[in-house]
């Protein structure tokens, strides 16, 4: 599986960025796409996480009501709707596809991710 990030940029707090990630190379429909993100000095932590054939999605609470992640099966993307950003939203933003099913006490662990995108920075001025 290859996986292209695109959509970051700069926004002021309170903006909006949709992020993309497009797949190419074999997907399996119950394996997740993760968004992860990674700020200056700061361990990878898990943002949100949608199956290929749909059922729950799972976000951090950080972004709950915030984020919202989609995907177009047609399109093999996977989107992050961000609004209502603020600056603590400001890092390097990926998305993960993993070669296992993961379940949900699992799904928000990047170490079980296999496929990583090359990132996209999102910075987000006060």
Known sequence: VQLQASGGGL???????????????????????????????????????IRWSGGTIYYADSVKGRFTVS???AKRTVYLQMNSLKPEDTAVYY?????????????????????????TQVTVSS
């Open 95 to 119: 998305c993960a596809a993993s070669s296992g099913a993961l379940i949900q006490s699992t799904i928000r662990r990047k170490d079980l991710y296999d496929y990583w995108g090359q990132g």
């Open 11 to 49: 926004v002021q707090a309170g903006g909006s960025l949709r992020l993309s990630c497009a797949a190419s190379g074999r997907t399996f429909s119950n394996n997740p796409v993760g968004w992860f993100r990674q700020a200056p000095g700061k361990e990878r932590e898990f943002v949100a996480a």
């Open 71 to 73: 995907r177009d099966n």
